[in-house]
């Protein structure tokens, strides 16, 4: 790490538009939708008579973000997953994406290269187009938004509100790592904040630094439903955790829901960073988030298709919504499940 | 302003959910384009086989506005309008926003409901509906993203490319005045940390505080060219500088202009002001921005179809690149134009 041999140039050298055209003028367009990209008042989209989907998520230094830890690659990339989950949650194609960033004095020209190095990898690998946004200065740290757009048939979509009661509630992958990789990446930031020369213990936890860090969208399951022939009654992506999720879905859909604590899928990483921190696993499935995996929906007739798919957990079922939504523990008893949204003052 | 007896509830007692809630459920639907709103993980939108517009600005807190002077329904309405402005500026008609904002726990939840206030009283006066955003927190201060949509035939869209050698250059109403505004404000406001006892000077001076408190996109200019069967060759809203934006225009045009210094339309509070403080109110024009009025070129054969339109001035006229961006100053000599962004080791 040669860092002091790195340029580093202050972003006043280029001036608002010397910096916008170094972090655009390698944005090559993919969608034959993109009808004019970056450098007008608007971008200009064509979608003939395809849904258009809309989506948009704020990043903001020490809330969402600690830049201590989190190198602005990944930053980038991650800002751009959240969005495309977003859109691959209402079954659709995400295509276009617009990025903002506000910047104090702090960042160098070089460090907003990194953040849009990651942006561009996340764009070229889920096939979006960066199509325009807004870079302009903050007084205090680094702040991130995002619009990503998409398309789908009008038939295709699948919104919260469309569970039924016996449909089963179903994930893709598993739950809680990413916030187990946050609880490392915290404990070895307090670490290093006491004893600098000391290094991170961060051997044998991989995947779940990798979840954290460097999450993915699962538009994988856009094709594993036109495969299988199911479209989701009701699907959501799990950024706040799985209990908040549930409760968005039966909330909009006028339901109750039983999930079962055994059925919810963990990584062993989870379950051993989780146990070295003397912590219970299924909280980090239940109020962690940032899995950002897909909790959706089918009606039991669609049960064959889906068993023993390898990305697909059933983890309970939809029931009627005075039973309320609730947590079947192993030992039976039955918890409700209580949604944690962020809360600016716990911060 | 019995401040003292008003309501102010912490964020905290709502929580993100809360807060959504309450914010969003006044929205009214206007837009048959508009398929899906608020409350999934995107908003669904159909345009048929129109052209799509999309643009984004992102507002921070202690750069873009100062919240001792500007009350936040105010900020509210202006952050839809600067987007707005932004589709009309494509001669695209405005369809939908979304509105993302980070806020920091001196936030009350009126204050927010403030904000929000202003974003809906836009939103109602340009036809615009809100489909989506962010809520969430931030560390320090107030930041606002919003992303508006919009559609337009492919024909009547104006890019900033289109300008031609000897084609008319205009603009909208009157320039210089949101600058004049912002500066009678930051006097008084320094006057007011001096001696917080002393009433602002603020009578005689209406217009330009509204030009910079309340700034308006001109929608009606879309009704207007229609009207006239004008087709802007090229088109751009003013919100950093009359000087910035005609070199936007004559970059991506591939030519140059002559602006004429006399021909710019300023109002006469602005020259009072400018007087006042012992400026050159021409430079408020030039580089001071946020006047979100409209600079655009026509072919020379469409001059008598504006001739005397009391909205539309000609302040000179597109020529070959190599000649330049040029101020022809009232004596007749020739300035080179200069662009002027945001800097933020300047701010």
Not at 11 to 18: A, H, P, Y
Not at 156 to 165: I, V
């Amino acid at each position: 790490m040669a860092d002091n041999e790195r340029k580093v140039t202050p972003i006043s050298d280029l001036g608002e538009f010397g910096l916008i055209e170094k972090l655009t003028n390698k944005i090559k367009i993919k969608n034959q939708s993109t009808l004019k990209g970056v450098g007008d008042d608007a971008a200009v989209l064509d979608f003939n008579s395809q849904k258009i989907v809309v989506t948009t998520d704020l990043l903001t230094e020490g809330v969402h973000f600690n830049l201590m830890y989190v190198p602005l690659k990944h930053l980038g990339y991650k800002s751009i997953v959240v969005n495309v989950s977003d859109v691959v949650a209402m079954n659709a194609t995400p295509k276009q994406v617009t990025v903002s960033i506000a910047i104090s004095s702090k960042f160098s020209v070089e460090a907003i290269e990194e953040l849009y190095d990651g942006i561009h990898l996340a764009c070229e690998k889920y096939g979006v187009d960066l199509i325009g946004g807004d870079t302009t200065s903050s007084l205090n740290g680094l702040t991130i938004s995002v619009t990503a757009i998409g398309i789908a048939n009008e038939a295709d979509l699948a919104y919260r509100s469309g569970a039924q009661k016996n449909d089963l509630v179903c994930v893709t992958g598993d739950l809680g790592g990413a916030y187990m990789g946050l609880q490392l990446l915290e404990r070895e930031n307090e670490v290093y904040k006491v004893s600098p020369t000391i290094q991170p213990k961060l051997d044998g936890y991989d995947y779940i630094l990798g979840r954290q860090l460097k999450p993915e969208a699962r538009i994988d399951m856009l094709k594993v439903f036109s495969d299988l022939k199911i479209k989701p009654s009701s699907m959501i992506d799990i950024s706040d955790g799985l209990s908040s999720e549930i409760k968005h879905i039966c909330k909009q859909s006028g339901v109750g829901a039983k999930i079962y604590e055994e059925k919810i899928p963990m990584d062993q990483e989870t379950k051993r960073m989780a146990e070295e921190l003397n912590m219970n696993p299924i909280v980090a499935a239940l109020n962690g988030g940032e899995d950002y995996e897909l909790l959706f929906t089918i009606p039991i007739a669609d049960h064959d298709k889906i068993r023993n798919h390898p990305d697909i957990t059933i983890i309970g079922h939809i029931c009627d919504a005075q039973e309320g939504t609730l947590l079947v523990a192993t030992g039976g008893s039955e918890i409700e499940l209580t949604a944690q949204g962020w809360n600016p003052l716990q911060k």
